[in-house]
């Protein structure tokens, strides 16, 4: 057995996977990561974390800018400038000559648009950072938004929104918002309707970016093997007239829902799909750890006690799982899951039998698996440098404060049992729980008589 062992670590040292030693060394590396952060005069701010270990760097330029801080009638005009910025600048005036920048040494650029955010990403490797840097500045302040640009453009957004539509799985999460927050941006489709893009007219999306797009509502956050004043310097060149003003406030969460609430969409589908949403707590709520730890505990691995009794004793689903979502004011603990037709009523009643139960709190036992699954979890991500950018840049736009891996893991080491139970207790009510279904039913009734604590 000990000839067997030596063997396979000769292999493994052969193949050139990491020992023991190297392991324990790139956790060291992450939890001592260091940010730094400028103010440029303009008003933009600069973080930056290096990067050693990796050849890689990744760029975010992100703006307070999302589906929160439209108004009813400009609903998706966030996301539709997302795409805009791809067409064409001055400097590049096809989206061919754009992606190329970035593509042709190797390297990935994308955007994206949230509730609350607007971000413009690439990941290149380092020899060519200051190119990457160079369009995405370019994209965010030159884009020439053609009229013929904004048209085909539109329909390639109402191809997006039916293409989610026709998906279950997608419909059966965006109805769940729909129901956790009704009536209110927050429950909107963060691409808006084909309606509302449709009645989006050039000079109100250019206004509404010239609100959005402003040096006081943006960052920029790169990670990798650059140096803070390289990047500061390359951003005061690209970036330093960006134009001051006041942004549009965020739209706040309205508490406005009164559960339990059953919505079923009928679609002739093999499976039914549930969404299961109660509401959780914001980014900034002192439960945010513990709820997210509570959530581990019911669906966030294969030995949660969702999957063990959906799928492992009744066989009821191939896969359940549950999450959280944070944001400034306010936050949701969801379970999803798909199930015969026949029996996703049965599925339903055993979760809410589990949701009964979790108020109840956690073991120790199960609070400690669950504080190693999330620490696991985030020195996993924090390897990556774009998932590096992305946090410096997202807590400091959103929260003001920048919180680093060993601060978070100290966070998440100081979580405890009552913790955990008070969290259930304020997550874990009857009145602000809802239930949206999608699949081959023609109402609510099989599902009503399960929706209870």
């Known amino acids: 057995m000990q ?5 396979l670590t000769s292999q493994i040292r052969r193949a050139g996977l990491p020992s023991d030693h190297a392991m324990a060394a790139t956790r060291t590396a992450i939890l001592a990561q260091r940010y730094e952060r400028s103010v440029l005069p303009c008003g933009l701010r600069v973080l930056t974390t290096t990067l050693p270990h990796t050849n890689a760097v990744s760029i975010l330029l992100v703006f307070a800018a999302g589906s929160r801080h439209e108004p009813a009638e400009l609903a998706g005009v966030s996301h539709l400038l997302e795409h805009l910025a791809f067409k064409g ?12 920048v970035v593509e042709s040494v190797g390297g990935a650029l994308n955007a994206y648009t949230d509730r609350e955010v607007t971000g413009y990403w690439c990941r290149l490797a380092l020899p060519h950072y200051e190119q990457g840097l160079d369009v995405l500045a370019d994209m965010a302040r030159n884009s020439l938004f053609r009229q013929e640009d904004i048209d085909r453009e539109k329909q390639v957004v109402y191809e997006e929104i039916r293409a989610s539509n026709d998906s279950p799985g997608s419909r059966v999460a965006s109805l769940e918002d729909e129901l956790l927050w009704p009536d209110q941006a927050m429950g909107r489709d963060v691409a808006g309707s084909a309606e509302s893009v449709s009645g989006i007219g050039r000079e109100a999306m250019l206004g509404y970016m010239e609100r959005q797009h402003v040096a006081s509502n943006a960052v920029l956050a790169v990670a990798g093997g650059t140096s803070h004043d390289d990047v500061v310097a390359q951003a005061e060149r690209l970036l330093g007239d960006l134009p001051g003003g006041e942004p549009l406030p965020w739209i706040p969460f309205e508490d406005n829902l009164a559960g339990p609430v059953v919505r079923v969409e009928y679609r002739k589908t093999e499976q039914a799909h549930v969404s299961i949403g109660l509401h959780g707590v914001s980014m ?62 049965e599925a339903v009643r055993v979760v809410m039998a589990e949701l009964e139960r979790a108020r109840s709190g956690v073991t120790d036992e199960e609070l400690a698996r669950a504080r190693e699954v999330s620490k696991g979890r985030l020195l996993l991500r924090m390897e990556e440098s774009r998932a590096v950018a992305s946090s410096l840049g997202i807590q400091e736009l959103l929260k003001g404060e920048v919180r680093t891996v060993e601060q978070m893991v100290a966070d998440l080491d100081a979580v405890t049992t009552d913790d955990v139970a008070r969290a259930a207790l304020r997550a874990l009510r009857p009145e602000k729980l809802v239930v949206a279904v999608v699949g081959p039913f023609r109402g609510p009734s099989a599902f009503a008589k399960h929706v209870r604590f």
């Not at 000839?3 to 063997?7: K, L, N, P, V, Y």
């Not at 600048?89 to 190329?100: F, G």
């Not at 009794?309 to 999450?323: C, D, Q």
């Open 89 to 100: 600048t001055k400097k590049r005036p096809t989206p061919r000559e754009i992606a190329d």
């Open 284 to 345: 900034l709520d002192d439960d945010r750890h513990a709820l997210g730890f509570l959530s581990t505990v019911l669906g966030g691995t294969m030995g949660s006690r969702l999957f063990e009794e959906v799928r492992e004793k009744r066989g009821l689903a191939y896969a359940i799982s549950s999450y959280t979502r944070q944001y400034r004011d306010c936050g949701a603990l969801s379970i999803a899951l798909g199930a015969e037709p026949r029996r996703a009523a």
């Open 3 to 7: 000839r067997c062992r030596q063997r």
